[in-house]
């Protein structure tokens, strides 16, 4: 039974988090952690999640729980990285959802896997979304720059960044594979006289609007022709179950910081 705790347990992905472990066989819930002002302190996990009774009691203090886990699971906004070496140093396994990291959080979490930690991060934790990302490289790499790459994501009206950390990522990728500059060739968005499009480019575009879970597409367009990858999310449910996914896969490998593609084999 693989004992985890849920960082942000009373958010929206939180509360599929708790669910669907606590409807997973092979998992148990062992802890839930909330901001320290948190109206749901205090609560039981499964009661917030609106599911049956965990007999977890949503705490704001992550230390006392390290004991009792083998992993945390953590989609919150507030503490990501503090969370993460607490749960390295206590030698438990992390997934880590949260989108929006600095270049220095991202590089800490790289240094909390040199010896003996093991990190799953991940942008977006979809089965589809992750195949989209090879299927990106590979169209990227297979039409030559003719095909001019537009990147476009749309979600919720209440999300804090943009672009997506999952459209960041397929920026990454369409770049990688084309071997473009992160830095001068990426455009995000458009306005007033901008001029001809440069071939070595690819555009940005975010979309913000009701309750839309998650879209991404990226366009390729040539002259006579144009070639659309999509993917569309129509609940979080599946960013959850990724997530187990990638708890299950700690449990069986060695040190180091993993993505979704490494937990799917892809």
């Known amino acids: 039974m693989i004992k985890i705790i849920v960082a942000g347990a009373a958010g929206r992905m939180g509360k599929l988090l708790v669910k669907n472990i606590l409807a997973a066989e092979d998992m148990s819930l062992t802890g839930a952690t909330e901001f320290d002002k948190s109206p749901n302190l205090g609560k039981d996990a499964g009661i917030t999640a609106g599911t049956s009774v965990a007999n977890v009691v949503i705490s704001s203090k992550l230390s006392p729980l390290l004991s009792n886990a083998d992993i945390i699971i953590d989609f919150s906004t507030g503490s990501v990285v503090e969370n993460a ?42 089965i589809g979304v992750n195949l989209l990302f090879s299927l990106v490289e590979k169209v990227a790499k297979t039409l030559n720059e003719n095909y001019e790459i537009e990147i476009v994501e749309m979600h919720h009206n209440q999300k804090k960044d943009a672009p997506s950390g999952t459209a960041a990522k397929l920026v990454e990728v369409a770049a990688d594979a084309r071997n473009l500059d992160m830095n001068k060739d990426i455009c995000y968005g458009r306005n007033g006289i901008t001029g001809a499009r440069p071939k070595q ?57 993993y993505s979704m593609q490494d937990v799917l084999g892809l």
């Not at 929006?100 to 040199?114: H, M």
């Open 85 to 126: 070496e607490l749960a390295v140093n206590a030698g438990l396994g992390v997934v880590i959802g949260t989108t929006a990291l600095s270049p220095a959080e991202k590089q800490k979490l790289k240094d909390l896997t040199a010896n003996s930690g093991k990190i799953v991060f991940a942008p977006n934790m979809s």
């Open 201 to 257: 480019e690819i555009g940005v575009h975010a979309l913000r609007g009701g309750d839309v879970v998650g879209e991404h597409t990226v366009i390729f367009a040539a002259n006579g022709e144009r070639v659309e990858l999509t993917h569309k999310a129509s609940s979080r449910e599946t960013f959850a179950l990724g997530a187990l996914e990638a708890a299950r896969f700690l449990q069986k490998t060695g040190p180091g910081l």
